[in-house]
């Protein structure tokens, strides 16, 4: 079974604080997004990334950066935490570019304070 | 964009069949409907895929009109451990997955 894990499942930071949030994927998947999941939006798209150091900006990129070192490895970075990304964090990996499907983490909940 | 459109919550009982309707008007040529089912503090996890007509894996049937305009999920006889949220998606080329809201099942005894 393809397990993606992640590094926090519950977190609690300051306003201004620099966040880490980590992903790992087992199965040598070549993509990894991260995702923001809020009450009635459902999930956006935060980063996605091809490849070791490739990544490309999704939907709601804003206040967010990353960073891919290793294959398996995928962060997420909040430069400067703010209370309104205080939100459910989740981490998907699809194995290459045909139909295969996404494979979610388990999510880890930020609460910015 | 490719928005999905589908209701906020269904209930239903114990052994009945539940269908799950998800609506994406602007569907391209290309896309594919995806439905996940999340429960509480966990992360989504795929049910099934499809490009046109019927999907039947074993556990959901995903039915697509041939103008792949909508879409509809059904759950046969469904129990208590169905309960959850189920999301309708588009999925476009490898990278672009148009999530909608999510439609909260309650499946009561």
Redesign the interface.
Known sequence: DVK?TQSS?YLVKRTGEKVFLECVQDMDHE?M?WYRQDP??????IY?S?DVKMK?KGDIPEGYSVSREKKERFSLILESASTNQTSMY???S?P????E???????T?LLVL | LAKTTQPISMDSYEGQEVNITCSHNNIATNDYITWYQQFPSQGPRFIIQGYKTKVTNEVASLFIPADRKSSTLSLPRVSLSDTAVYYCLVRRNFNKFYFGSGTKLNVKP
């Not at chain 1, 009635?40 to 798209?45: A, E, M, P, S």
């Not at chain 1, 290459?96 to 139909?99: E, F, K, M, P, V």
């Not at chain 1, 499907?101 to 999510?107: A, I, N, R, S």
């Open positions: 993606v499942r993509n997004f009635g939006l459902g999930l956006r798209l996605f091809y490309e989740l981490c998907a699809i290459g570019r045909g139909g499907t996404q494979y979610f983490g388990p999510g909940r």
